[in-house]
């Protein structure tokens, strides 16, 4: 067999995006907050870039002089956490002039300082509370233990060589199981409820209630009521008083601690864009965000490059390097200000599509309008491509007069081809449902099904049950109430 080489050609097309469309791509996924926040570090990194609408800080001969004594004084310091605690405590300056109060922003602190300084109060010794520390924290954010204190004695014993008994790991667990927030130190939901209830006082709700959670969960938690009634030996107002009591205990005992109000701020969303409807029913669309206007520093422009160095009495080296870095600054900085315009008209484009297909719902703000719409059709409508829609629709929100949603929210298919109802229609019709039906005796999937079909949703048993997960609604037998 003879071997031979052989050459040929083939044609390949390949794209490439450019570092600049690349920016691009990413700045297009950024939400207003990432947004601004990539502004703040642009202007801090490129000298050339600067603020259209800053204002000196400078007072002509002409302007009137209101800065106070204390002002004057405290601007020597860089920010106010560098001002001394005298300045801020005594009163001891003029009546005209400004009182800065501190604001301190406290925490509850972690979970393990919130425990341990309760345990300090106890009669463990500092053996003990190093043993505890050790416990708690095996806790998971909600307060249950993730480990075993077998597994746990096996680690003091093997990682700092510390000899615990089975019944001194108990007592201290146990102590630990004392502490609040009740249910803290619970091996499971059932342990955790059980905890709460035995820290109420005796009654027969709660001594109901106890032994359900304690010898009936399993029933509890199905809602074979009927089976429970004849287990526990008890009536149906009892077992109704009892579901109360259990239902109003906490799940997640220690997932609020550490977290203060200034965490509760941090996490509240921003809207991207804002949708007005006049009295006329014309859409407005808008952009609220703190974006500023972007220019040229002066002394890097074009025309005064030559004048922003001493290029006569400077090494031909450093004249080419100051030349350089004043041009790639100043290239940067039109590159960055043409970014932003481009990101800036590109997401209103997007944003009016929406607007223009939903137009219903935005009068309305009724689920139900919503029309059938697709990644495609506002590609079409904008001539953009399908990857730069969802890219410009990622993590974006609209803040209507009524409530604010994610733009996904008016993402939604067709059921069928045939059905020309949208899916968000068909969930609201289908919540509705289940939000009409007797407590007592839930409707199945079949029974949603022909309810939908009456109301003129001709869908399978199967997409019934698909929408029905989708809105986090049980199967009946767990919907079903006393």
């Known amino acids: 067999m003879k071997e031979a080489l052989r050459q040929s050609l ?61 002002e004057m004084q405290l601007a020597d310091y860089r920010d106010e956490d560098e001002i001394p605690a005298y300045r801020l405590e005594a009163r001891n300056h003029s009546a005209d002039d400004r009182y800065f109060e501190p604001v301190a922003v406290a925490g509850d602190g972690s979970l393990i300082d919130c425990l341990m300084a309760q345990l300090a109060e106890t009669d463990l010794d500092d053996r003990q509370l190093a043993i505890a520390r050790y ?40 102590t630990i199981r004392t502490l609040d927030p009740a249910g803290v130190g619970a091996n499971d939901l059932r342990d955790c409820l059980a905890l709460q209830l035995k820290r109420l006082p005796a009654g027969r709700v709660r001594d109901i209630a106890l032994e359900i959670v304690t010898h009936y969960f399993d029933l509890f938690s199905n809602r074979h009521f009927d089976r429970l009634l004849s287990a526990a030996g ?8 009892a579901e109360a009591l259990i239902r109003s205990l906490d799940p997640k005992p220690a997932s609020r601690i550490g977290e203060s109000e200034a965490d509760d701020r941090a996490r509240h969303i921003v809207p991207d864009f804002t949708v007005e409807v006049d009295q006329d029913e014309r859409i407005t669309v808008g952009m609220p965000g703190n974006i500023p206007e972007l220019v040229i520093e002066s002394s890097f422009a074009a025309n005064a490059a030559d004048d922003s160095v001493s290029l006569s009495q400077s090494p031909s080296s450093r004249r080419s390097e100051a030349i350089s870095f004043i041009a790639r600054k100043r290239e940067e900085a039109s590159d960055f200000i043409e970014l932003l315009r481009m990101r800036r008209v590109t997401l209103l484009r997007v944003m ?19 029309r059938p719409m697709i990644l495609k059709d506002i590609a079409m409508m904008t001539g953009y491509d399908l990857s730069v829609i969802s890219r410009a629709t990622a993590g974006k929100y609209v803040a209507t007069s009524g409530s604010i ?28 449902i289940v939000g009409e039906e007797d407590p007592a005796s839930p409707l199945s999937d079949d029974a949603i099904m022909g309810r939908l079909r009456e109301k003129g949703y001709d869908i399978a048993r199967r997409t019934v049950a698909k929408y029905r997960e989708k809105l986090a609604i049980p199967v009946a037998r767990l919907r079903k109430k006393l």
Not at 30 to 54: I, K
Not at 143 to 172: C, N, P, S, V
Not at 234 to 241: G, H, T, V
């Open 352 to 370: 009016e599509a929406i607007a223009i297909k939903q137009r219903d719902f935005f009068l309305t703000e009724d689920e139900s309008r919503l």
């Open 10 to 70: 083939t044609q390949k097309m390949q794209q490439r995006l450019s570092p600049l469309q690349m920016r691009f791509v990413r700045m297009l996924e950024m939400s207003e907050p990432e947004m601004e926040e990539e502004v703040r570090r642009e202007l801090d990194d490129n000298p050339a870039l600067e603020e259209a609408d800053r204002e000196t800080e400078s007072t002509t001969d002409g302007d009137e002089f209101n800065e106070t004594a204390e």
């Open 405 to 432: 949603y994610p733009l996904k929210f008016f993402f939604n298919e067709k059921v069928s081809e045939e059905e020309n109802s949208s899916s968000r229609e068909i969930l609201a019709a289908l919540r509705e």
């Open 135 to 174: 416990i708690i924290g095996n806790l998971d954010d909600n307060g249950y233990m993730t480990r075993t204190l077998h597994e746990i004695q096996d680690d003091l014993a093997f990682a700092i060589g510390l000899d615990i008994g089975d019944a001194e790991i108990r007592k201290i667990f146990e």
């Open 234 to 241: 008890i009536n149906r107002d009892e077992l109704r008083e």
